[in-house]
């Protein structure tokens, strides 16, 4: 089963940046298609960004323009940059497999996820 550590969370003023990395285990990640999403309180989990095995890259309208998704197979790495963040962007952040061209997760395997908090 695959297992997944996100990283690089934290609180950041509204227009500040993250980087935030999540390192997956398991042989199959440079073939799968990998999916950033968040989940804020009372809310539902929803996907924010993807990245296919040859790094065509997919995002939520509220995060165009703002956020990059990459992908390091050599380090069965996946990062998100988000720029110009706001404070509708706090949540918590957790990477996993995606499926389809919605990336949806077919697994009830999480990581801890990282908190993202935008605040003054």
């Known amino acids: 089963q695959v297992q997944f550590v996100e990283s690089g969370g934290g609180l950041v003023q509204p227009g500040g940046s993250l980087r935030l990395s999540c390192a997956a285990s398991?042989?199959?990640?440079?073939?799968?298609?990998m999916g950033w999403y968040r989940q804020a309180p009372g809310k539902q989990r929803e996907l924010v960004a993807g990245?296919?095995?040859?790094?065509?890259?997919m995002y939520a309208e509220s995060v165009k323009g703002r956020f990059t998704i990459s992908r390091d197979n050599a380090k069965n790495t996946v990062y998100l940059q988000m720029n110009s963040l706001k404070p509708e962007d706090t949540a918590v952040y957790y990477c996993?497999?995606?499926?389809?061209?919605?990336?949806?997760?077919?697994?009830?395997?999480w990581g801890q996820g990282t908190q993202v908090t935008v605040s003054s």
């Open positions: 398991g042989s199959m990640f440079s073939i799968s298609r």
């Open positions: 996993n497999v995606g499926l389809g061209g919605d990336y949806v997760v077919n697994s009830d395997s």
């Open positions: 990245i296919t095995s040859g790094g065509t890259t």
